[in-house]
C-alpha cells in the first residue's frame, strides 16, 4: 500500500494554558499512585471523623488500622501475582489464584501437619507446589495458546475440586497446624515500637519479601524488562529477539508461587488447612484482580506497578475495616462488597476516560 | 462519447500533517466507463488522495464534484453513500462469517423479519462469477481463503453496493498473473456498465492492458493526465521522478575482500526462489522490490522470522540457518524492522527502554539486574550519535516524531554492533530531514565495517544509499545496478520493461 | 448486472449456509451419548425416566443462561457478574412468592429484574468503553451487594410450590419432559434462528470479528451490545425462576455462587470461541448438557461430587484445545 510520511504525532506536554486545577486534575488521573494516596487520605480522614463523631461501633485509630493490616497480606500478595499475569499482556489473567491457594494450603496441610516435616521444608514444598500449579497455566498460555481466561478457568475447576478430594472433604487441624496460629500474632516493632501501633507478624514474614522481591524483579531484573516488554507489545518483543513464551510462561509459574506462599499464610490465619480456602464465596481471584485494576495494571498488559497495588490494597484494606465498624452486624461485610464493586467499576470507568483524554495513565 | 461532466473532479486539492505537505493544489477528473491509473512514487501523495476521496480524511482546501455537482465527503458514510467504493489491500472481512454474510453486512436483503438467504445468495453468486469464483465460495468462511480470492470479496463487497466508482489500491500486488487477468475483465466488465475505476499501480506494466488515462502524482502534485497511448513505460518513470538526476554521491571505497553475508539460491516456499545476494563488509547493497516481491520475505528469513525452504546461507562462509531472532542476533545479524508501529516500537516505554530491548545481557550484572547506569550511558550515547531529538532518554517514545523513532529503533539494532545490519524500510514514515540523517548514518556504519543490507521499496533512497543495487520482482532477485544506475533505468526494471528482460 | 439465463439455483436451504451442525457439536453430542451408555452400563438406574429427568432440570438454568452468555462471547465480550444477578433475582422473586405473588407475575417479575441488571451491564459496556471483564467483575461485586441486602437474614424461608412448574417433580413435566428443560430449548431454538437468520443474529458475529470494520459497515454495534447483556439479563431473571423451582422451600445466601464460571464453562465447551465471532447456542446447550451429565455421572458412580470440578476442567482444556489445534490447520497462508 502506498504510504505518505506519517502525520507527526502530538506531544502532550502542552502546558502552556494550564491552570492549576487543569494540572492537579491531570496529574490525578494520569498518575494512578497519587490519585490512590490521595483517596486513601480521604478515606482515613472520613473514618476518623465518624469515629470522633460517634458514628462508629468501636474505635477507628491507628491500632486498629495497624491490626486490620492482616487482611492485607494475602490480599496485596495475590494481588502482585495477578500483577505478574495482567502485566504479560495477551489477555493475561490468572483465574485459579484461590483454587492454588486451596490445593497449596491442603499440601501443607500434608507435609506439616500429618507428616510432621520441619517447618520451612514445609514452607519450601508449599511454594513449589504453587509454581507448578502455576506452570500448568503457563504452559496452556505460552506454548500451547490457549487464552488466559479459558486456561485458568479451566485450572479453576481442576485445582478447587483436587483440594477438596484430597483429603475426602475434610480440613487438616492438627495440632501443628493450630500453634501455627501464633505467627499470625502482631508484634511490636523494634526501636521505636512503643511510639507506633503493634503490626501484624505476617506482614514481615511474608508480604513485605514478596512485595520487595516483586519490586527488584520488575523494576530492576532484566526479566522484569521482558516481562513489559512482551507485555507492552509481543510482535515487536520477539523482533527485537525477546523470549516471548518463556517470559509468559514464567510470568504464570511467578504468580503460582506466589499463591503458595500465600497457602501457608491462609492455612495460619485459620489455624487450619481448609480445602475451600481460596475459594469459598467468590473466592480469592477476584479481590486480587480487583487490586490490580486498581491498581493502575492495565488489563490489556505492560502497565503496572507494584507500588500501585500496594496502595490500592491499603485503600482498600483500610476502607473495609471502616465499613466494619460503620455498619452493625453482618450489614459490614456485605457493604463491603458494595465498596469493592464501585470502587472497581468507577477506577475502570476513570482508566477509560484518561486514555481517552490524555493519552493513558502511568 | 458526448462532453458530459466527468463522473468524479476533484480540483484544487491540498492536505498537510502537520508541517507536511502531502497534496499541493492537485486536480484529477475520473470519467465514468474508464480506468483511470493513479501513479506515483511512495510519498507523492497517492494514498493521501484516496483517503480524501474515501472520506478517510477531509483535504484542507479544494473541491470536489460527483457528476458535476459540488459534494462534502466529511466521512466514510458519505464517500459510501455516493457510491464511492475503496478495495484496500488489506481486506476488511470478517473471518468467521461466510463470503455471503461478508458481502452484504449492513445491507443484508431481508423479507420480513428474516434473511432472505436465496434471494440474497443468488446475488452472491451473481457477484462472485462475475469475478470468476466459484459459486460454492458463497458458503465458505472468508477467514479459509487465499489472500487473493479474499481481495476478490473485497471487490465484489463493493459492487454489492452498487459502486459508482471503483478505488482500486495496489490490487495486483499479490496476485498470481492468471489472477490479473481475471481481475482485468472484471475491471473491464465494470467499465462497461459505466463504473469509474480508479486503479493505482506500482506496476507500470501492467497499465497499458488496463487504463485508459494516467495521472502522474509527483511530491504533492498531480503533474498531468495523459491518454495511455501517448506513454510508455520509460516516459511515466521519467514523469514520476522528473526528470532529476540522483544526487551525487562521493564514490566509496569498498574494501576487498570475502563477502560477510552470501544468500545462495535462497527460496521459500510460495514467497520467492532463487534468491542470490552477496554482502562484503563496509557495502550497502539495496534490495530494491515492490508489494508483493517478496523482497520483505527474505529479509525476515534472514533474521530467522521465517525459515527458507531451499537455498542457503553464509555467514563468513559458514552456513547458517537461524530459527529466532535471538539466534540471528547471536550470529550477528540485525533488523530493523519494517512496520516501525507494530514490529519496532514498545510504544509507551522510554527510549532507553526501547534502545536496551533485547540486549538486556549485555548491559546487565550477573545477567540478571539491570545495569542502569551502563543503559544510561549505552542510550546517550546513541541519542547522540544518531542525533536523536529529546531532551532525555527517560522520555517515551510514543511522543516523538515518526523519524525520531525510528532513529530510537535504529539505536537499537547497534548496541552490540553487528556484523551485518539488514534495514527494511528504513524511512518509511519519517520526514525528510530525518531521512537525510539516517541515510548518513547508515553510510557512516557501513564505513565503519558493517555489511549493510536495506530492503525497500523507496527508489530515491535505494539509490542514494547503495553501492550496489538488486531489483526483486516477482520473487527473485533480477537485475543489479551500480551506483551510477538512474532512477529512471531501475524504475523501468522493476516496472518489468526492461530489454534483456523475457517477458 | 443481471445473470439472463437461469442458473442451476441454490438447491436446498442448507447449502446457503455453513452447516447448521458443527463438527465440534456432533463431537460433544458423541461425548454425551458415551457417558451416557457408560452410565446405563454402570448404574441401570441412570437410563430411567427418574434419573434423566431430574438431570434436564438441572441442566435448564445453565442452558438459558447460557444462550445469552453465547451472544455476549460472541461479540467479543464476558459477563461475570450473573451470579450475582441470579442471587438479587431469586431472592426478590422468593420473598415475593412467599408474600403470596402468583406464577405468572413472579417470573414477570423476576424477568425484569434481571434485565434492569442485564441493563445497567450494557449500557456501561457499549457506552463506557470498558473491557468488559472488569465492569462485570465490578457489577457482580454490586449485585452481590443487593442481593445480600435483599436477604436481609440468612435465609428465605417457606416459600411455596408456587414454580413447581419448573421443578423436579410430577407437575414439571408433560408427556416425561420437564418444562424447563422444554422451555430452554424452545429458548435456544429461537435464539439458534435468531443468530442464523437475521441480520442482527449475523450483526453479533460482525463484531465480534472486527468491531470497528462492523461498525464502517453500518453495524450499530454499541446497540448489538447492550442488547447482548440485556438479553443475558432477561434470561438470567427466568432462569433465577427455574433455580427457585429446583431448590427446596428455603433459599439461602449461596444461590448463584459461581454460576457464573459454570455458564462459560459450558459455553467454551459447547466450542464458542472466547476470542469472539463464532459460536453457536447449540453448542452451549450440549455444552450445559455435558458438565451436567458428568456431574450427575459423578454422583452415581459414587464418586466425590468433587471430582465432577475436575472433570469440567479437563473438558474444557480438550475442547478448547482441539478448537485452537483445528484453527490452526485450518489458517490460510
Redesign the interface.
Known amino acids: 500500500m502506498t504510504t505518505t510520511s506519517a502525520p507527526p504525532t502530538k506531544t502532550p506536554d502542552d502546558t502552556t494554558q494550564e491552570g492549576l486545577g487543569a494540572r492537579a486534575l491531570r496529574v490525578l488521573l494520569t498518575q494512578r499512585i497519587a490519585l490512590l494516596a490521595v483517596l486513601i487520605v480521604v478515606v482515613v480522614v472520613w473514618f476518623f471523623v465518624l469515629d470522633a463523631g460517634g458514628y462508629l461501633t468501636a474505635s477507628y485509630n491507628f491500632d486498629y488500622m495497624s491490626a486490620s493490616l492482616i487482611n492485607a497480606v494475602p490480599l496485596a500478595m495475590l494481588g502482585l501475582a495477578e500483577l505478574l499475569v495482567i502485566l504479560s499482556g495477551r489477555g493475561g489473567i490468572d483465574l485459579s489464584v484461590g483454587a492454588i491457594v486451596s490445593l497449596s494450603g491442603m499440601v501443607f496441610g500434608f507435609a506439616y501437619g500429618e507428616w510432621g516435616w520441619p517447618l520451612w521444608l514445609a514452607i519450601v514444598v508449599t511454594a513449589l507446589s504453587g509454581a507448578l500449579l502455576g506452570a500448568v497455566n503457563g504452559f496452556l498460555v505460552a506454548y500451547v495458546g490457549f487464552p488466559a481466561l479459558i486456561a485458568t478457568l479451566a485450572t479453576f475447576y481442576a485445582y478447587k475440586s483436587l483440594a477438596i478430594v484430597i483429603n475426602d472433604q475434610s480440613p487438616i487441624s492438627t495440632p501443628p497446624i493450630q500453634q501455627l496460629f501464633s505467627i499470625t500474632r502482631s508484634v511490636e516493632l523494634p526501636l521505636f515500637g512503643q511510639y507506633v501501633p503493634d503490626v501484624p507478624l505476617g506482614l514481615f514474614t511474608f508480604l513485605l519479601p514478596t512485595v520487595v522481591v516483586v519490586w527488584v524483579l520488575l523494576a530492576r531484573t532484566t526479566y522484569g524488562r521482558r516481562l513489559y516488554g512482551i507485555g507492552t507489545n509481543d510482535v515487536a518483543a520477539r523482533w527485537a529477539g525477546l523470549p516471548v513464551r518463556g517470559t509468559r510462561f514464567k510470568a504464570y509459574t511467578y504468580a503460582g508461587l506466589i499463591s503458595g506462599f500465600v497457602a501457608v499464610v491462609t492455612v495460619a490465619q485459620f489455624a487450619s488447612a481448609r480445602p475451600d480456602a481460596g475459594v469459598s464465596g467468590n473466592g480469592m481471584a477476584l479481590p486480587a484482580i480487583t487490586i490490580a485494576v486498581l491498581g493502575g495494571v492495565a488489563i490489556t498488559g505492560g502497565i503496572g506497578r507494584v507500588a500501585g497495588v500496594v496502595l490500592a490494597t491499603l485503600l482498600i484494606v483500610w476502607l473495609n475495616a471502616g465499613i466494619l465498624l460503620a455498619f452493625v452486624g453482618n450489614e459490614g461485610s456485605q457493604y463491603q462488597l458494595l465498596a469493592l464493586g464501585a470502587v472497581l467499576v468507577f477506577a475502570a470507568l476513570l482508566n477509560g476516560l484518561t486514555t481517552r483524554r490524555y493519552g493513558g495513565t502511568t | 462519447m458526448a462532453e458530459q461532466a466527468p463522473r468524479l473532479a476533484m480540483r484544487g486539492i491540498s492536505k498537510s500533517f502537520g508541517a507536511v505537505r502531502a497534496i499541493r493544489s492537485a486536480e484529477i477528473s475520473i470519467q465514468a466507463g474508464r480506468v483511470h491509473a493513479l501513479v506515483g512514487e511512495n510519498g507523492a501523495g497517492k494514498s493521501t488522495m484516496i483517503k480524501i476521496l474515501s472520506g478517510v480524511e477531509q483535504a484542507d482546501t479544494g473541491t470536489i464534484e460527483f457528476d458535476g455537482a459540488p459534494v462534502t465527503i466529511a466521512g466514510t458514510g458519505d464517500a459510501i453513500a455516493l457510491g464511492i467504493a475503496t478495495v484496500y489491500q488489506e481486506p476488511q472481512l470478517f473471518p468467521e462469517l461466510t463470503v455471503s454474510e461478508n458481502i452484504f453486512t449492513g445491507r443484508e436483503i431481508r423479507k420480513g423479519g428474516r434473511v432472505a438467504w436465496a434471494e440474497q445468495n443468488a446475488k452472491v453468486v451473481e457477484l462472485l462469477e462475475l469475478l470468476g469464483l466459484p459459486a460454492r465460495y458463497a458458503t465458505v468462511p472468508v477467514g479459509e481463503l487465499s489472500i487473493a480470492a479474499q481481495q476478490q470479496v473485497s471487490i465484489a463487497k463493493s459492487l454489492a453496493g452498487d459502486a459508482k466508482v471503483l478505488i482500486l489500491d495496489e490490487p495486483s500486488a499479490i496476485l498470481t498473473d492468471a489472477e490479473i487477468e481475471v481481475l482485468f475483465t472484471v475491471v473491464r466488465r465494470l467499465t462497461a456498465a459505466g463504473v469509474a475505476v480508479i486503479y493505482i499501480s506500482h506496476r507500470l506494466d501492467e497499465l497499458f492492458r488496463i487504463a485508459d488515462e494516467v495521472t502522474v502524482m509527483r511530491d504533492g502534485r498531480t503533474i498531468g493526465t495523459f491518454p495511455i497511448g501517448d506513454l510508455d513505460v520509460r516516459r511515466i518513470a521519467e514523469l514520476m521522478v522528473g526528470g532529476i538526476l540522483s544526487d551525487e554521491r562521493p564514490h566509496r571505497e569498498i574494501p576487498d575482500g570475502d563477502p560477510v553475508l552470501v544468500l545462495d539460491g535462497l527460496g521459500r516456499a510460495g514467497k520467492f526462489h532463487d534468491v542470490a545476494v552477496e554482502v562484503r563488509a563496509g557495502e550497502i547493497v539495496c534490495l530494491y522490490g515492490l508489494v508483493g516481491s517478496g523482497v520483505s520475505e527474505i529479509a525476515a528469513c534472514v533474521y530467522g522470522i521465517d525459515r527458507p525452504t531451499s537455498g542457503r546461507m553464509l555467514l563468513r562462509g559458514r552456513p547458517i540457518a537461524p530459527r529466532s531472532p535471538q539466534q540471528a542476533q547471536r550470529n550477528g545479524i540485525a533488523l530493523l524492522p519494517a512496520n516501525r508501529k507494530v514490529e519496532g516500537m514498545f510504544s509507551f516505554q522510554s527510549i532507553a527502554f526501547n534502545i536496551s530491548a533485547g540486549h538486556l545481557k549485555l548491559l546487565s550484572r550477573l545477567g540478571l539486574l539491570v545495569d542502569r547506569a551502563r543503559e544510561r550511558s549505552v542510550a546517550q550515547d546513541l541519542i547522540k550519535r544518531l542525533a536523536v531529538r529529546t531532551p532525555h532518554e527517560r522520555q517515551p517514545i510514543s511522543a516523538m516524531s515518526g523519524g525520531n523513532a525510528q532513529k530510537v529503533v535504529l539505536a537499537r539494532q547497534l548496541v552490540e554492533r553487528p556484523e551485518v545490519l539488514v534495514l527494511a524500510e528504513p524511512t518509511q514514515g519519517v520526514d525528510v530531514g530525518a531521512k537525510e540523517e539516517i541515510h548518513r548514518i547508515i553510510t557512516e556504519l557501513a564505513e565503519s565495517g558493517t555489511a549493510v543490507l536495506v530492503v525497500t521499496s523507496d527508489l530515491p533512497e535505494a539509490l542514494r544509499i547503495a553501492d550496489r543495487l538488486l531489483v526483486v520482482r516477482g520473487g527473485t532477485t533480477t537485475v543489479e545496478f551500480g551506483p551510477d544506475a538512474t532512477q529512471v533505468d531501475v524504475l523501468a526494471a522493476a516496472a518489468g520493461a526492461v530489454e534483456e528482460d523475457v517477458a | 448486472?443481471?445473470?439472463t439465463e437461469e442458473?442451476a439455483?441454490?438447491r436446498s436451504?442448507s447449502?446457503?449456509?455453513?452447516a447448521p451442525v458443527t463438527g465440534q457439536e456432533l463431537v460433544l453430542i458423541g461425548v454425551i451419548a458415551v457417558i451416557w451408555a457408560v452410565l446405563a452400563f454402570r448404574t441401570p438406574a441412570f437410563l430411567t425416566a427418574g434419573s434423566i429427568q431430574p438431570l434436564l432440570v438441572a441442566t435448564a438454568p445453565i442452558a438459558l443462561i447460557g444462550v445469552g452468555m453465547t451472544i455476549v462471547i460472541i461479540t467479543g465480550g464476558?459477563d461475570v457478574s450473573v451470579g450475582g444477578a441470579i442471587m438479587v433475582c431469586s431472592v426478590l422473586t422468593a420473598k415475593q412468592l412467599v408474600a403470596g405473588l402468583s406464577a405468572p407475575v413472579a417470573v414477570l417479575l423476576a424477568v425484569v429484574v434481571g434485565g434492569v441488571l442485564g441493563l445497567v451491564n450494557g449500557l456501561?459496556i457499549a457506552y463506557?468503553?470498558?473491557?468488559a471483564?472488569?465492569?462485570t467483575?465490578?457489577?457482580?461485586?454490586?449485585?452481590?451487594?443487593l442481593g445480600?441486602?435483599l436477604f436481609g437474614s440468612r435465609t428465605v424461608n417457606g416459600i411455596p410450590a408456587t414454580f413447581e412448574i419448573f421443578g423436579r417433580g410430577d407437575e414439571g413435566r408433560t408427556l416425561g419432559i420437564p418444562h424447563a428443560f422444554a422451555i430452554t430449548v424452545l429458548i435456544t431454538a429461537l435464539a439458534w434462528w435468531y443468530l442464523r437468520?437475521?441480520?442482527g443474529g449475523?450483526?453479533f458475529?460482525?463484531i465480534?470479528?472486527?468491531a470497528h470494520?462492523?461498525r464502517?459497515?453500518?453495524?450499530r454495534v454499541q446497540r448489538r451490545v447492550l442488547l447482548a447483556y440485556l438479553l443475558t439479563g432477561l434470561l438470567v431473571g427466568l432462569g433465577s425462576c427455574f433455580v427457585i423451582a429446583q431448590g427446596t422451600s428455603t433459599l439461602d445466601q449461596s444461590v448463584g455462587?459461581g454460576k457464573e464460571?459454570a455458564v462459560?464453562?459450558a459455553v467454551?465447551i459447547g466450542g464458542t470461541s472466547?476470542?469472539g465471532?463464532?459460536g453457536s447456542v447449540l453448542g452451549t446447550l450440549l455444552g450445559a448438557l455435558l458438565v451436567q451429565s458428568v456431574t450427575s455421572g459423578v454422583t452415581q458412580l459414587g464418586w466425590?461430587s468433587?471430582?465432577?470440578?475436575?472433570f469440567?476442567?479437563?473438558f474444557?482444556?480438550v475442547a478448547?484445545?482441539t478448537d485452537?489445534l483445528r484453527a490452526r490447520t485450518?489458517?490460510?497462508?
Open positions: 448486472m443481471t445473470v442458473r439455483p441454490v436451504r447449502r446457503i449456509l455453513p464476558i456501561l463506557g468503553r470498558v473491557h471483564i472488569i465492569i467483575f465490578g457489577t457482580a461485586n454490586l449485585f452481590l451487594f445480600l441486602q437468520h437475521t441480520a449475523r450483526h458475529y460482525a465480534g470479528g472486527d470494520a462492523a464502517l459497515a453500518g453495524v455462587t464460571l462459560i464453562a467454551v472466547i476470542m465471532g463464532r466425590s468433587q471430582l465432577s470440578d475436575l469440567v476442567g479437563v474444557i482444556v478448547v484445545g485452537l485450518r489458517r490460510t497462508r
